[in-house]
């Protein structure tokens, strides 16, 4: 069947985040089975002043940012964007008469979207991607069951209740939604997943870009992405000292930037080890794989926090599609992602002397290395590829397009 299908996302390219390029990996696949997207975003989408535009062949809506007075002010802000948005869905819904409204996270999509639905009788998706009030408490904006967190919490669950369908990207996340009293059969995982061909298998080290972040000759324990608390970076460094005692030739790569990298700048050099790590700053998309390939082993270290246990991270599936090697926290997203000493190796969490143990494991049995890269690059060619994940949209909107149409 054919399906017409309006997305309502936070934002788009040409943004780059994890949440446009899983958007990306969604609008490619539907459209090679033969279904048409269209793309709305809203208020969010920074350094944007039209109305519509395409980018890299897609065709996107755009919504102005309000600005009213209360568009101004704190929490009321929100309610002027979701006023803002479902005023120009109904507009975009007039022109592309979609069979299907698929709002992605946040909830100031979904609200839009069941406005708009429950008055046009269309039907509605919800699709999470992790819960943001609990990002939000990673990020000190709130903390965990103050005000704004309970209401962000209250607004999540009255969208599941009243979507004709809900989807989320990790088992963690349904666990937690069908908790909240939403039928089991209404919510249906759509998990993460690599683009194959974008990940090649890693490549021998370029000596010359080694040497020139003065690592020539060192074993490399890397992490390339942003520096957020719960990455766990802190831990890392925690373990660092004692991991030199009986392996003094491993440095520690750090690729990117973030929240928290002053304060682990501070932290490598109160720990007496700012010469055994490297930031590299943040490098051009094109120019990562060539510092994925500089690095021995990556390090996924997340403290134990409701975002990390209930939501799966992007960056193990990519390890795994290089054929790289890694160490990771044991918490939920990881857990559900890695085969424990097949696919890499899990270590407790939050524990210093166990990620030591994890790392100083790992670099004395090389011999286990090529089975566990050929493992790992089998399990996301097989189970997390894009065509397989996105498919399992099919008898969620089938079922939809039927009951409207019924």
């Keep these: ?121 269309i039907p509605v998706v919800y699709e999470v991607r992790a ?50 009293g939403i039928p089991a059969n209404k919510v249906t995982v759509i998990p993460n997943a ?25 074993r490399v324990l890397g992490f390339i992405g942003s520096f957020y608390a719960y990455e766990g970076l802190d831990l890392l460094l925690r373990a660092l000292p004692q991991i030199l005692v009986q392996a003094p030739d491993v440095r520690v790569l750090l690729v990117g930037g973030g929240p928290q990298e002053a304060n682990l700048r501070q932290q490598a050099i109160d720990l007496g080890v700012a010469d055994k790590v490297v930031f590299a700053g943040r490098v051009p998309h094109s120019e990562v794989n060539r510092y994925y390939d500089l690095v021995d082993m990556l390090v996924y270290a997340r403290h134990s926090m409701r975002l990390t246990e209930l939501v799966t991270p992007l960056k193990p599936l990519e390890a795994m599609a290089q054929g790289q090697l890694f160490v990771a926290s044991d918490v939920g997203g990881h857990k559900e992602l890695v085969r424990h000493g097949k696919t890499g190796w899990l270590f407790k969490s939050d524990d210093v002397e166990a990620l030591t143990e994890g790392v100083l494991s790992m670099l004395n049995n090389q011999d286990r290395w090529p089975a566990m890269k050929a493992a790992g690059r089998k399990f996301v060619e097989t189970e997390r590829n894009w065509k397989a994940s996105v498919s399992r949209y099919q008898d969620v909107y089938s079922g939809l397009v039927q009951g409207a149409n019924g």
């Design 131 to 180: 819960f943001w009030e609990d990002a939000a408490v990673d990020h000190g904006t709130t903390t965990e069951g103050s005000a704004r967190y309970r209401l962000t919490r209250a607004m999540e669950t009255y969208a599941f209740k009243h979507a004709d369908a809900v989807t989320c990207i990790c088992e963690g996340l349904r666990q937690d939604i069908v908790a909240r």
């Design 194 to 218: 690599v683009d194959i061909e974008k990940f090649p298998l890693g490549s021998p080290p370029d000596e010359t870009l080694k040497a020139s972040l003065g690592l020539a000759g060192a």
């Design 1 to 121: 069947m054919n399906y017409r299908i309006l997305h309502v996302l936070d934002h788009s390219i040409p943004l780059h985040s994890g949440y446009t390029f899983r958007t990306l990996a969604i609008l490619r696949e539907q459209r090679a089975l033969g279904w048409e997207t269209f793309h709305l975003t809203s208020p969010k989408q920074i350094k944007c002043d039209v109305l519509e535009e395409d980018v890299d062949g897609l065709h996107f809506y755009r919504t102005p940012k309000p600005t009213s007075a209360m568009s101004k002010l704190p929490l009321l802000n929100q309610i002027a964007s979701i006023d803002a948005l479902t005023q120009r869905l109904d507009e975009v819904v007039e022109q592309v008469k979609p069979d299907i409204l698929h709002a992605h996270s946040p909830v100031l999509d979904a609200i839009p979207a069941l406005r708009v639905g429950r008055r046009r009788n």
